[in-house]
């Protein structure tokens, strides 16, 4: 974020005296601006940055405990360079929040600079390499040049100069890390189904008749049915990336020719693509884990860590559930341009549909389920919709009404969320295997077929309010569910082997490529500190006295 | 486990000689079963007991990589003994699997005795105390009189005599540990919720209008949401252990007087409820973590810690899906009573409203929603069967057909069990309150009304499948769980305190009685080895050299 940030934030003239240096690695830096009470309510922050004009310093101070900053990577042993986010003063006046780099520690000695209290925060989840930091400052003052003054400034005197429209400036910033994130959840789930799926084809147990061998446990059906669906949806969520990246790139396009219509939808997009995206990996890599029984509990299968790794990304950047109301915010803007007889952007076109009161004939291909989603989503939102308004009839403020309702919201934004995500995998599917050969597509069509029977059978309540659905059709789509895993049964190793990541990128006993699953996790323990001496100190120390009955 | 199982499985004389030595601590030992390479299947354990009538010994072997023991806690680097589960083999002939006081250190030096290898398996999830190991033998010699020999023997010649009816024996400790997993994983959940709750009334964020201060979190319909569902669960679940050790107790009982009709249906009670209730504690406790925000991922909030004890639990002691197909078997069985005219026992007698063929009329008070969980249960099971015969009418055999509709058999186990829950949550609450206070009685009902909104919510497609539910009647509904949260919220503090949970029990940043949170997380922080120096040696070694272009 350190480079981005100060790519997008400073002027021409501060690019140059900053980019070589933090390219070139001259200066090691990075982002604070989470504090320790303060997360998502960037308003809210309260480090402070108040101009000086005799020194011509911003003079900089965290006034209470829970304004220091918290969380920032890098900041605790490494960085010595730090942009902070404070509210600027300037002659008497609160202008909010602004960008300053901060130098933290001598270039030198590295030592935190006087009046600069910096340190680690302790341990987290899994986590421990970010080395996470917190920041405070005691009348710390650095140049009126180190606020980063592309959006605003101030001047010698003090006089505060806005020069562009704050607030949507960042937007480029943020919703680049968010495309980063969901693919980066692809990534990780990628991982852990190849490891899942492997380890799955090694172990054996039980065998169906009392005589026979052991079965893998991947025959058995509920670990497709655990297993299969962390598949698609991985090329679901890569796919969806791509879009993302794709969508994002005509946006910025557009913004160059000074057209920022499909700026709200972008955001609205990049808001529940993030949320869904790293929440659905973190549960489905979840799922691989306990689908590996004891063994994926060892740190030495690797799942542990990638349960971390990707849970993290669920908070922060924005966590779920306030992405999911932005989101809905959006959404409920939509319902109402359909009311109005205005045209809607083309993710939200669907929502047409929320309005003819009948419900849609159940069709049971690949597009009528997707069709059906879109139903859903609008008939949710068309529901949140009138929840919201029996609560403005009551008397209630539009903010309390809102908040009183924002379960049912992000129910609807998940709903929104998910009928987009199924046409994209589907669609760029179709679109990415135009020249591929038969067999490919027959099986990359099982897998989105896959997503689409799951999450049908996920939502049968909603189906049946919003779709002709019966209860024949569910019971004829939960079998055609059971036939696919068996379809996809004997290609599944092979389609884990596709995502091609290596021993070394996998870290798992579990995952490897040759499948020596025990002599793996028998050398792993091998490794442990604790097998170094055939007796422990501690026996001398506290058991034998113990078992002496001497303690 | 070492202790129980002396007493289970020794003959008096037996009893008499280890169980002295063991409860005053002169030897430690634990209890060794699960095999690296075979967990739930224990007929397909490898280590082999191998009689000796020469010497009178038995002659213990690892014959394979995958027969090392695995997992057993305190086994690395605390025990001297050992219960070892093996194949017992005599004259030739293998009589399955029996059990083995083996000593495994001297009890003077306690260094491993020659013929075992025995060490640590290496890191784990979060559970690194619990000092899990490894263990296998070449040829190890224990004397005949250390098989246990309660149910069966070996006498002098290697004659092999059965005494009692192997398998039943050991089902009274199976289902005593279940129970203690049932009320462990409500304790740890009461400690999520309690943690969760107090950090949510100090945490603030945001204002519903601009001007305003920020609300405290847990004034908002999401977190509510979040965290009311975790209090009435750990409710539920305390409830419910309290019945099974209720009903385990009478069993037992019944079983003293030789009757042994109950315990089919003990067991499936103990299967389902151990399986749901450690996976709704898990779920949970993650749902408590996440609805802390970032600082739920700190090691200091306890939470992590917590989330690895309890999804552990998830697994040990029978795996969440094998322990629902068990259920499952036995509620098949049900099924074919009750077409058979055959009498049910109690907590099955509901499925005959699987032959009705009629929605059950939708009735929105608390009973009304247990039978509705009850005819949704029922229904379930119906359309399992019903794919089950169609699978035997299409010629594939019972464990065929069986294998195929596992999924199904699942989902109308955890069915069944969700009613059977919900029940005894309301009874035992009527139970418990009879002399308590009217505002007592209405904080308890509007928790376990929480719990049923909450499952019915989550639940409308079956619900709309097998009851009369309509699409207003589930707007109605989801309305008055939105209301019944306000209600909650002014107790929810009162209500995590009555849980009575020590700050030294809690060990947690977040979650103390006096609300420091912020002053506790830099305290903990200030803990980390990172910041005993202000620069760390790492700096003049890596990054100094890097960033002058040295390296």
Redesign the interface.
């Known amino acids: 974020m350190f480079v981005p940030t100060l790519m997008g934030q400073c002027t021409p003239e501060q690019q140059a005296y900053w980019l070589p240096r933090a390219l070139?690695?001259?200066?090691?830096g990075t982002y604070a601006q989470?504090e320790?009470?303060h997360?998502?309510?960037i308003r809210?922050l309260e480090t402070t940055a108040t101009y000086d004009p005799e020194t011509e310093t911003f003079v900089m101070n965290s006034p209470t405990?829970?304004s220091?900053k918290?969380?920032a990577g890098g900041l605790?042993?490494?960085v010595n360079y730090c942009i902070v986010v404070a509210q600027l003063y300037t002659k008497g006046v609160c202008h909010g929040t602004h960008p300053f780099i901060v130098q933290i520690r001598d270039?030198e000695?590295?030592?935190?600079r006087p009046g600069v209290k910096v340190?680690?925060?302790?341990?987290?989840?899994?986590?421990n390499t970010a080395d996470n930091g917190?920041l405070g400052f005691d009348n710390y003052r650095i140049p009126r040049d180190n606020m980063m003054m592309k959006n605003a400034q101030v001047l010698k005197d003090g006089t505060y100069v806005k020069v562009a429209r704050h607030g949507k400036a960042t937007y480029g910033t943020m919703v680049f890390v968010r495309v980063l994130l969901v693919n980066e959840a692809a990534f990780n789930l990628a991982k852990a189904c190849t490891i899942a799926v492997r380890y799955s084809a090694i172990?054996?147990?039980?065998s169906?008749?009392s005589e026979g061998s052991?079965l893998q446990v991947l025959d058995?059906?509920?670990q497709q049915?655990k297993l299969f669906i962390c598949i698609a949806t991985a090329h679901a969520l890569q796919l969806n990336s791509t879009w993302l990246w794709k969508t994002f790139s005509d946006t910025l396009a557009a913004i160059k020719q000074g057209n920022v219509d499909t700026l709200p939808e972008l955001h609205a997009l990049s808001s529940c693509l993030k949320a869904l995206s790293t929440a659905d990996a973190a549960s489905l890599i979840?799922q691989c884990r306990?689908a590996c029984?004891?063994h994926?509990?060892?740190?030495?299968s690797g799942l542990?860590y990638l349960y971390a790794f990707v849970?993290?990304t669920?908070?922060?950047e924005g966590?779920?559930?306030i992405l999911l109301?932005q989101t809905a915010r959006f959404l409920v803007k939509a319902y109402e341009q359909v009311e109005a007889g205005k045209p809607l952007t083309p993710t939200v076109s669907y929502l047409s549909q929320a309005f003819t009161g009948k419900k849609l004939p159940w069709d049971s291909s690949p597009d009528g389920i997707i069709r059906a989603f879109q139903a859903l989503a609008a008939g949710k939102l068309s529901?949140t919709v009138?929840?919201l308004r029996k609560r403005l009839e009551s008397g209630l403020?539009y903010?309390?009404a809102w908040?009183?309702?924002?379960?049912?919201l992000?129910g609807a934004a998940e709903a929104h969320c998910r009928a987009v995500m199924s046409q994209n995998y589907k669609s760029e599917i179709e679109r990415l295997t135009v020249n591929s050969s038969p067999n490919v597509k027959l099986v990359l069509q099982q897998l989105y077929k896959v997503y689409l029977y799951y999450w049908a059978l996920e939502?049968?309540?909603?189906?049946?309010?919003y779709t002709s659905i019966s209860?024949s059709d569910?019971?004829e789509l939960?079998?055609r569910y059971?036939g696919l895993l068996?379809e996809i049964r004997p290609n599944a190793v092979g389609i884990v082997d596709a995502f091609d990541l290596r021993d070394e990128v996998l870290h798992s006993a579990l995952g490897s490529y040759d499948g020596n699953v025990?002599?793996r996790?028998?050398a792993?323990?091998?490794?442990?500190p604790?097998?170094a001496e055939?007796?422990?100190q501690?026996?001398h120390t506290y058991?034998?006295p113990?078992?002496?009955?001497k303690l």
Chains 1, 2 share one sequence.
């Not at 070139?24 to 090691?28: C, G, L, R, S």
């Not at 000695?109 to 935190?112: E, G, I, L, R, Y």
């Not at 680690?120 to 986590?127: C, E, R």
């Not at 939502?459 to 309010?465: I, K, M, S, W």
């Open positions: 070139d690695m001259q200066i090691i989470t320790l009470g997360g998502t309510f809210g405990l829970t220091y918290w969380w605790a042993k490494t270039e000695t590295h030592m935190p340190g680690d925060i302790g341990p987290k989840l899994g986590f917190y172990r054996r147990q039980c169906p008749d052991e058995y059906s509920t049915h979840e306990h029984g004891g994926g509990y060892m740190m030495s542990p849970t993290a669920r908070t922060y966590d779920y559930t109301l529901s009138k929840s403020s903010e309390q908040e009183l309702s924002t379960i049912q992000n939502r049968t309540g909603d189906l049946l309010l209860e569910i019971f939960q079998l059971e068996k025990y002599e996790l028998m792993e323990a091998q490794k442990s604790l097998n055939p007796v422990n501690t026996f058991l034998k113990m078992m002496k009955g």
